[in-house]
């Protein structure tokens, strides 16, 4: 009923492209602000890229920013993370996240294995 599916993710070479979607089902969706985190092998869980309701404004950490966009797509109640020059330290689980308006409600996806060989 309520889920937030994320896929796209696999195994890639160092400078390539990726692009990961998080499709969200029987959750507010287009009110809602949308993350994706990741988390490294025996490291924790850390934001990557946000982005509020309409789109407007998004935000990256450091070590993603310039090489990753995260994008939207509300017709399709469809969150985008586009992974560019992919390194080594990229490798990780890579989780959707929403937190819905009203209720302050958060949910997380089940996450998609992304991988980058050196």
């Known amino acids: 009923q309520r889920q937030l599916v994320e896929s796209g993710g696999r195994l890639v070479r160092v400078g390539e492209s990726l692009r990961l979607s998080c499709t969200a089902s029987?959750?507010?969706?287009?009110?809602?602000?949308m993350a994706w985190w990741r988390q490294p092998p025996g490291m924790e869980r850390e934001s990557v890229a946000s982005?509020?309701?309409?789109?407007?404004?998004?935000s990256y950490s450091d070590s993603v920013r310039g090489r990753f966009t995260i994008s939207r797509d509300n017709e399709k109640n469809t969150v985008y993370l586009q992974m560019n020059n992919l390194k080594p330290e990229d490798t990780a689980v890579y989780y959707c996240?929403?937190?819905?308006?009203?209720?302050?409600?958060?949910?997380w996806g089940r996450g998609t294995q992304v991988t980058v060989s050196s």
């Open positions: 029987g959750l507010p969706f287009d009110s809602s602000s």
């Open positions: 996240y929403l937190v819905a308006p009203a209720s302050q409600d958060s949910f």
């Open positions: 982005i509020i309701w309409n789109g407007a404004k998004t």
